[in-house]
């Protein structure tokens, strides 16, 4: 490959590693999301053969990979000795919502991914030790894990759907809420809760959401206590 790209491939090879592949891919990603990240538009960016790429990640999906684990290099860094566990699990869920939202399409693109790298690993690893504290089973807390990763993302994605920029790419709570309206006489008890199902404060909701999680995992917990 080196010998067709020509003499001045391996020097440009040589000028960009992965951090800076990663760092470019995401910028870009904040301009042009998830859709528009090509890696040929990447090379371009960088200013390298599109082939060159692959010497760094040997697809897309690899790239991608790359980008999700970077996204949560900030998650988990540090946890207080004393912090309770349901304490670590709400603070971990805020620090991933907030890496995945400062990204366009951060959760979307998140979600289509299964990296094994030191990011992922590291904050995954933080929660199982939280929730195994309680006394909980390797099984039970692997899927509290990933119950709780699935509540961030498809929030965040739907956080990252909302509102008046990107054009058609955003939607409007106000124009879903007034179609619905319209369905009063069939469904009245759906549309007496549309203030409550588009309401923009994601912050509330959010936590509200934590919260059923960890009621619902410390009513399993006690449950299996009293067997």
């Known amino acids: 490959m080196p010998a067709i790209l020509g003499p001045h491939y391996n020097q440009k090879l040589m000028a960009v ?4 592949i990663l760092s470019a891919a995401l910028d870009l990603l904040d301009a042009v999301g998830l859709e528009g990240l090509t890696m040929r538009r990447l090379a371009q960016e960088l200013n390298i053969q599109a082939p060159s790429l692959y010497w760094h990640f040997a697809s897309r999906r690899a790239l991608l990979d790359g980008m999700a684990d970077a996204m949560l290099e900030p998650v988990a860094r540090s946890v207080p000795k004393d912090a309770q566990w349901e304490q670590v699990v ?3 869920a805020g620090q991933m919502r907030y890496a995945l939202r400062a990204r366009r399409d ?5 979600a289509g991914t299964y990296p ?6 590291r904050t995954g690893d933080v929660l199982l030790k939280a929730i195994r ?3 909980c089973a390797p099984k039970m807390s692997g899927w509290a894990t990933f119950t709780l990763l699935y509540y961030v993302l498809g929030f965040v994605i739907e956080e990252q759907s909302v509102g008046p920029s990107e054009g058609e790419s955003k939607i409007s709570f106000a124009v879903l809420k007034d179609k619905a309206a319209n369905y009063s006489s069939e469904h009245p008890t759906l549309v007496e809760a549309l203030p409550a199902i588009f309401d ?5 909701r959010f936590e509200f959401g934590l919260d059923l999680f960890l009621s619902g995992l410390n009513s399993v917990l006690s ?4 067997r």
């Open 116 to 121: 094994v790298s030191e990011n992922v690993l």
């Open 223 to 226: 449950k299996n206590a009293s």
């Open 200 to 204: 923009e404060d994601f912050d509330g």
């Open 133 to 135: 504290t309680t006394g």
């Open 106 to 110: 951060g959760a979307k693109l998140f």
């Open 90 to 92: 709400r603070s971990i």
């Open 17 to 20: 590693d992965k951090t800076q």
